[in-house]
């Protein structure tokens, strides 16, 4: 018979993972729409962190967090508009109107919190959820039913937007202008229009991201994401483009970080190697991304501006 | 007419001679600059050192300039050279991560002084003095006040990088707890970053799950550890700064660095002619280290009297940290 004390350290490693893999999670899968349709934004991280600090000073003046998160997926919004209008109509390159994109979101996010705030104020948190009966269950309650609602929000989305690449013809139409733009615009379909439309939801997405992080977290600092839109595009690779591969990568970064955390917790790790371990999550991504990007193709008009007639 | 002449002339190279000395012994301000890894409002490691820089201001006129949030050290480094190109007269890289950059870049400007931390290196370099804190002395007296409170008979610690002032404060934090109480459970996480909020958060869910009742962590990232320890209402003992604002009913105390301590020995050398070559420390003793109990926390007075015996035993010389890894 396996030991409660063991069992109460899985569950809590697996729902740590679940809570770790949540900003990844939804920040690829807006990076994901965007791919799709053709449009590559490395500039996710800074999307978050503007969305994250959108999100905790709304918290900070209001005290709620659903407005919290309404504000960033609305400063998402404004930044998806901002980036289709450089790449689509400016034409301008992706991957360094990207980094340019990053590198705003990283000194506004920090500007702003510098002139607004100042020195890091709590903020209300989520609370978690109770589900009658399912959150009480033994086991599976803690691990799956007693998240935040932003938890819930993510991993809903992952059959809602498979649904909408799949069986929509939204989703088609992005899945087309992401592999052959002329044919798609020999058929009426405005590739700059649905271009565009995946931008924004992906950068709103990305907001949200941060926002989640914000508020799960209860404080704002310089940098919060430490980085994390950078995985999350590596996400979308890993997850081959498809909403539920992405989910499958996020859940694998972030149980591996848990894994990491609690062997740490108990020694299992040696100190000395303490530094070493922490690098694993980014060890397993990169050795998966080898194997994938072997295996799937990524959308053919991928970074490619499209110019009718040209 | 000529005598007048020779004598104004004279007037005027002595004054051109005399006035910067005299305006050094009047206070002319001292032109300091501060490269620091975090936002200088952290709550933590950066704001510590702006916080002792300021306090010198109170008395001695400073220009100071800082750039901070500098987690990358190309940056900082490009900052610091900046600096001293600028002729700034003192120039303090404030991280274990800058160690490298300093030593390729003090020598080339050899009438800068530069000063870093924490370490104990000076790399043989005329200009350049180190500093450090005794970091462990406050993580002492907090690791016996924790393992006094604990009720589980566990304590956590999340740290950055097993470096610097970091490693002495875990290690001081774990043997003072193991004096108070050699059966309990002092855990220690290091998660690898000194800038990962959210890891930090879910390492402090880690020791909770795991049966810890009291938390302590050093570095910028600990923010998400204090927010998750006051989910739960784990007691939490702060260091480099007052962290009480950040969670008024679970900061039981902190240890919070003095640096102006170190920046006037420092100062007061430059104007001796001395631009480096130094150590320098903060600790108790020298009230470099002081513990500021959070008055909102209702801690046990017996707990408190115990914390206060072991900062005068630690003064005194009659307790030891043990600053070893345990």
Redesign the interface.
């Given at each position: 018979m396996v030991d409660s004390f063991a069992v109460?350290?899985i569950v809590?490693?697996i729902a740590?993972g679940i809570?770790?893999a949540t900003?990844f999670l939804l920040a690829s899968l807006g990076e994901a729409l965007g791919q799709r349709s053709g449009v590559l934004n490395l500039g996710v991280d800074g999307v978050m962190l503007i969305g994250a600090f959108g999100a905790y000073y709304t918290v900070l003046q209001t005290n709620n967090p659903y407005l919290g998160l309404l504000v960033g997926i609305g400063v998402g919004v404004i930044m998806g508009v901002f980036y289709g209008f450089i790449t689509l109509y400016l034409q301008a390159e992706q991957g360094v109107s990207g980094i340019g994109i990053y590198l705003f979101g990283l000194g506004m996010s920090?500007l702003l919190?510098?002139k607004f705030v100042?020195?890091?104020?709590?903020i209300l948190?989520f609370m978690p959820l109770h589900f009658p009966v399912l959150s009480d269950l033994p086991v599976v309650g803690e691990m799956l039913f007693q998240h935040s609602i932003i938890v819930y929000i993510a991993f809903g989305l992952v059959p809602v937007m498979g649904f909408i690449l799949k069986h929509t013809t939204y989703g088609l139409n992005i899945r087309a202008i992401g592999e052959n733009p002329e044919a798609a615009d020999s058929l009426g379909v405005s590739v700059t229009a649905t271009r565009y439309s995946a931008i924004i939801i992906g950068n709103s997405l990305a907001g949200l991201a941060g926002a989640a992080?914000a508020i799960?977290?209860?404080?704002f600092?310089?940098?919060?994401t430490?980085a994390?839109g950078f995985i999350a595009i590596a996400l979308v690779y890993f997850g081959a483009w498809s909403p539920k591969g992405v989910m499958i990568g996020s859940l694998v970064f972030g149980l591996v970080?848990?894994i990491v955390?609690?062997c740490?917790?108990?020694?299992v790790i040696p100190?000395s190697a303490?530094?070493l371990?922490?690098?694993a999550p980014a060890i397993i991504t990169i050795l998966a991304l080898v194997v994938v990007a072997k295996r799937f193709k990524q959308p053919s008009a991928l970074t490619k501006p499209y110019v009718r007639g040209s | 007419m000529r005598k007048l002449r020779l004598c104004l002339s004279a007037l005027l190279v002595a004054a051109m001679v005399i006035a910067p000395a005299t305006l050094m012994a009047a206070g002319k301000a001292l032109r300091v600059a501060i490269i620091a890894p975090?936002?200088q409002?952290?709550?933590a490691f950066t704001?510590s050192i702006v916080d002792g820089i300021k306090a010198i201001q109170k008395e001695r006129e400073i220009e100071l300039a800082i750039t901070?949030?500098t987690?990358i050290v190309e940056d900082a480094a490009a900052a610091i050279r900046d600096y001293a190109k600028k002729g700034f007269d003192l120039v303090i890289a404030h991280g274990s991560q800058y160690g490298g950059s300093l030593k390729e870049i003090a020598p080339d400007f050899p009438e800068t002084a530069f000063a870093w931390g924490t370490s104990a290196d000076t790399f043989g370099l005329a200009n350049v003095s180190s500093y450090e804190a005794a970091s462990d002395e406050g993580g002492y007296v907090m690791g016996v006040m924790a393992a006094a409170m604990s009720k589980k008979g566990g304590v956590?610690v999340i740290g950055p990088?097993?470096v610097g002032d970091a490693k002495l404060y875990v290690n001081g934090f774990v043997n003072g707890a193991k004096a108070q109480n050699p059966k309990i459970r002092a855990?220690?996480?290091?998660?690898?970053?000194f800038?990962?909020?959210?890891?930090a958060?879910?390492?402090a869910?880690?020791?909770m799950?795991?049966g810890a009742d009291v938390l302590t962590g050093t570095a910028?990232m600990v923010?998400?550890a204090?927010?998750a320890a006051?989910?739960k209402r784990v007691p939490w003992f702060g260091t480099q700064a007052n962290q009480t604002?950040?969670?008024p009913e679970i900061v039981v105390a902190s240890q919070v660095y003095k640096w102006e301590v170190v920046l006037k020995q420092i100062i007061a050398d430059m104007d001796k002619g001395v631009k480096g070559g130094k150590k320098y420390g903060i600790n108790l003793a020298n009230e470099g280290i002081v513990i500021e109990f959070n008055d909102g926390y209702k801690l046990d007075p017996a707990v408190k009297e115990l914390g206060m015996k072991t900062i005068a035993g630690i003064k005194d010389g009659s307790i030891k940290t043990g600053n070893a890894?345990p």
């Amino acid at each position: 018979m396996v030991d409660s004390f063991a069992v109460l350290i899985i569950v809590s490693t697996i729902a740590s993972g679940i809570r770790l893999a949540t900003p990844f999670l939804l920040a690829s899968l807006g990076e994901a729409l965007g791919q799709r349709s053709g449009v590559l934004n490395l500039g996710v991280d800074g999307v978050m962190l503007i969305g994250a600090f959108g999100a905790y000073y709304t918290v900070l003046q209001t005290n709620n967090p659903y407005l919290g998160l309404l504000v960033g997926i609305g400063v998402g919004v404004i930044m998806g508009v901002f980036y289709g209008f450089i790449t689509l109509y400016l034409q301008a390159e992706q991957g360094v109107s990207g980094i340019g994109i990053y590198l705003f979101g990283l000194g506004m996010s920090d500007l702003l919190f510098q002139k607004f705030v100042g020195t890091p104020r709590p903020i209300l948190p989520f609370m978690p959820l109770h589900f009658p009966v399912l959150s009480d269950l033994p086991v599976v309650g803690e691990m799956l039913f007693q998240h935040s609602i932003i938890v819930y929000i993510a991993f809903g989305l992952v059959p809602v937007m498979g649904f909408i690449l799949k069986h929509t013809t939204y989703g088609l139409n992005i899945r087309a202008i992401g592999e052959n733009p002329e044919a798609a615009d020999s058929l009426g379909v405005s590739v700059t229009a649905t271009r565009y439309s995946a931008i924004i939801i992906g950068n709103s997405l990305a907001g949200l991201a941060g926002a989640a992080l914000a508020i799960e977290l209860g404080i704002f600092q310089q940098n919060l994401t430490n980085a994390m839109g950078f995985i999350a595009i590596a996400l979308v690779y890993f997850g081959a483009w498809s909403p539920k591969g992405v989910m499958i990568g996020s859940l694998v970064f972030g149980l591996v970080q848990a894994i990491v955390l609690q062997c740490k917790t108990f020694g299992v790790i040696p100190r000395s190697a303490s530094d070493l371990a922490a690098m694993a999550p980014a060890i397993i991504t990169i050795l998966a991304l080898v194997v994938v990007a072997k295996r799937f193709k990524q959308p053919s008009a991928l970074t490619k501006p499209y110019v009718r007639g040209s | 007419m000529r005598k007048l002449r020779l004598c104004l002339s004279a007037l005027l190279v002595a004054a051109m001679v005399i006035a910067p000395a005299t305006l050094m012994a009047a206070g002319k301000a001292l032109r300091v600059a501060i490269i620091a890894p975090s936002a200088q409002n952290d709550l933590a490691f950066t704001q510590s050192i702006v916080d002792g820089i300021k306090a010198i201001q109170k008395e001695r006129e400073i220009e100071l300039a800082i750039t901070d949030g500098t987690f990358i050290v190309e940056d900082a480094a490009a900052a610091i050279r900046d600096y001293a190109k600028k002729g700034f007269d003192l120039v303090i890289a404030h991280g274990s991560q800058y160690g490298g950059s300093l030593k390729e870049i003090a020598p080339d400007f050899p009438e800068t002084a530069f000063a870093w931390g924490t370490s104990a290196d000076t790399f043989g370099l005329a200009n350049v003095s180190s500093y450090e804190a005794a970091s462990d002395e406050g993580g002492y007296v907090m690791g016996v006040m924790a393992a006094a409170m604990s009720k589980k008979g566990g304590v956590g610690v999340i740290g950055p990088i097993e470096v610097g002032d970091a490693k002495l404060y875990v290690n001081g934090f774990v043997n003072g707890a193991k004096a108070q109480n050699p059966k309990i459970r002092a855990k220690v996480n290091y998660i690898g970053s000194f800038s990962d909020v959210a890891l930090a958060a879910e390492a402090a869910k880690a020791h909770m799950a795991a049966g810890a009742d009291v938390l302590t962590g050093t570095a910028q990232m600990v923010v998400g550890a204090i927010g998750a320890a006051r989910a739960k209402r784990v007691p939490w003992f702060g260091t480099q700064a007052n962290q009480t604002s950040l969670a008024p009913e679970i900061v039981v105390a902190s240890q919070v660095y003095k640096w102006e301590v170190v920046l006037k020995q420092i100062i007061a050398d430059m104007d001796k002619g001395v631009k480096g070559g130094k150590k320098y420390g903060i600790n108790l003793a020298n009230e470099g280290i002081v513990i500021e109990f959070n008055d909102g926390y209702k801690l046990d007075p017996a707990v408190k009297e115990l914390g206060m015996k072991t900062i005068a035993g630690i003064k005194d010389g009659s307790i030891k940290t043990g600053n070893a890894t345990p």
